[in-house]
């Protein structure tokens, strides 16, 4: 069913700014999919982030991230970006895109059980 693979992290000071991508080129569902970012610190509980729909183009946020973290996509390429703006400490972690065979839901976009693929990860270093 495919891969997904993300870039784009880094390190970055506080209130800087990045864009991961997640790369699902060879995923067969994308235009009917969930892409869910999710989050995990050491030590932390991985949590969902933010969360597009390929299909309604909605998206989702985090109450965290809400004005700083914007979703996009390029359909073409089945690529999701994540910008990241006004980047603060708490947002340092290892990010991952998970994407599932369904639409995305208020209740449900930003829980793990259900995402079936998963990328490696990209690190995101913010230092103050």
């Known amino acids: 069913h495919g891969e997904l693979v993300e870039s784009g992290g880094g390190s970055v000071e506080t209130g800087g700014s990045l864009r991961l991508s997640c790369a699902a080129s060879?995923?067969?569902?994308?235009?009917?999919?969930?892409i869910t970012w999710f989050r995990q610190a050491p030590g932390e509980e991985r949590e969902g982030v933010a969360a597009?729909?390929?299909?309604?183009?909605?998206?989702y946020y985090a109450d965290s991230v809400k004005g700083r973290l914007t979703l996009s996509q390029d359909a073409m390429k089945k690529t999701v970006y994540l910008q990241m703006n006004n980047l603060k400490a708490e947002d340092s972690a290892m990010y991952y895109c998970?994407?599932?065979?369904?639409?995305?839901?208020?209740?449900?976009?930003?829980?793990?059980?259900?995402?079936?693929?998963w990328g490696q990860g990209t690190q995101v270093a913010v230092s103050s």
């Open positions: 998970a994407a599932r065979n369904s639409r995305c839901s208020s209740g449900s976009w930003s829980r793990q059980a259900g995402f079936d693929y």
């Open positions: 060879t995923y067969t569902h994308y235009y009917s999919s969930c």
């Open positions: 597009f729909d390929t299909f309604t183009v909605q998206t």
